[in-house]
């Protein structure tokens, strides 16, 4: 069982439609990424956390550490947030990252 | 503007030959790193290094080997002794290594395929 899951792994929406990614991990954490690649493979990091909740614009990310589990939503979502969205957790100095879940949104 | 920049984007090699792929940085970023991307799968820590002249093996290293003459500079060699290189390769860096306060920064990545 690899230490972080992502679900799902593809998500298809229609535009406006809301969005929930999660991420759920087994190892002890200090900090969790939700990181965004491109359809060209470069990556973004959105956000960092470690506790509660963080927005940016129209996405938001949550953590619960005691259920070792964080979520990404996406509101009215557009065309351009079309990527991957790969969930990251910081453990012994290093990140460890789930597969990864691709997200197309439809106009 | 400071980021990240890696070269080729795509690159091509025939089997036995080495190939290196390139990673700049102008973050003035102390740690960088080298990961693997495969379908489905996770990124995987080929190396990293903490500091100039320094490096140190990650979780899939055999096949593989760095250097890290310049701070900005963290060149990746894939070497012949690499089974299945065909991959897309990352490059990042942060400003200390593991942070935990602070991201890391990627690159757009090379994509390299055997001919």
């Known amino acids: 069982k690899n230490e972080v899951e992502q679900s799902p792994q593809n998500l298809t929406a229609q535009e406006g439609e809301f969005i929930t990614i999660n991420c759920s991990y087994s190892v002890g954490i200090s900090a969790l990424h939700w990181l965004q690649q491109h359809p060209g493979g470069g990556i973004v990091s959105l956000f960092m956390?470690?506790?509660g909740k963080k927005k940016h614009g129209r996405l938001i990310a949550t953590i619960n550490i005691q259920e070792k589990h964080s979520s990404l939503h996406i509101t009215a979502s557009h065309p351009r947030d079309s990527a991957v969205y790969i969930c990251a957790v910081r453990g012994a100095q290093k990140l460890v990252f789930g597969q990864g879940t691709r997200l197309t949104i439809n106009p | 503007d400071g980021g990240i920049t890696q070269s080729p984007k795509y690159l091509f090699r025939k089997e036995g030959q080495n190939v290196t792929l390139s990673c700049e940085q102008n973050?003035?970023?102390?740690?960088m790193y080298w990961y693997r991307q495969d379908p489905g799968q996770g990124l995987r820590l080929i190396y990293y290094s903490q500091i100039v002249n320094d490096f140190q093996k990650g979780d899939i290293a055999e096949g593989y080997s760095v250097s890290r003459e310049k701070k900005e500079s963290f060149p990746l060699t894939v070497t012949s002794a690499q089974k299945n290189p065909t991959a897309f390769y990352l490059c990042?860096?942060?400003?200390?290594?593991?942070?935990?306060?602070?991201?890391?920064?990627f690159g757009d990545g090379t994509r390299l395929s055997i001919l």
């Open positions: 956390l470690s506790s």
């Open positions: 990042a860096s942060s400003i200390v290594w593991g942070s935990h306060n602070q991201p890391q920064h």
């Open positions: 973050l003035n970023h102390d740690a």
